[in-house]
């Protein structure tokens, strides 16, 4: 029975290390730029995950396609242009301020400005 136990647990424990993604750079500097484009840019079928943190399919194809980018000398500007002509803005953590994504920027302000003149009224009617 502790034979048993101990099989399964040790297949268990190399599934988990299956998943992960190496990837060899030639420099410190390209691994660096890797790991700080993954974490800034979305995940398109996650909610709210980078594609660093993300499990899904789309976001390890993605992560390859940012490696084949950065090992071919692409810059980061570069990879961020090709990904949001692709995918659009949806895949920055920050999206550039223009109209398409004013909303976005200003709705939470909007928001808190409806709340506090709907507070105001409710207040001065008691």
């Known amino acids: 029975m502790k034979k048993f ?45 980078n594609l660093a943190e993300s499990n ?8 390859q396609q940012v490696y084949q980018k950065i090992i071919s000398g692409e810059s980061d500007q570069q990879i961020i242009d090709y990904l949001v002509s692709r995918y659009g803005n949806f895949i920055l953590y920050r999206p550039p301020f223009n109209t398409k994504t004013l909303v976005l920027w200003a709705g939470p302000f909007l928001v808190l400005c409806f709340g506090m003149i709907f507070l105001w009224r409710a207040l001065r009617k008691r």
């Open 56 to 63: 899904a399919s789309l976001a390890a194809d993605l992560r």
């Open 5 to 49: 136990l101990f099989l399964i647990l040790f297949l268990f424990s190399v599934a988990i290390f299956a998943a992960e993604d190496f990837y060899n750079f030639s420099n410190k500097e390209q691994e660096k730029r890797f790991r700080d484009l993954t974490l800034n840019l979305r995940c398109l079928v996650c909610q709210n995950q």
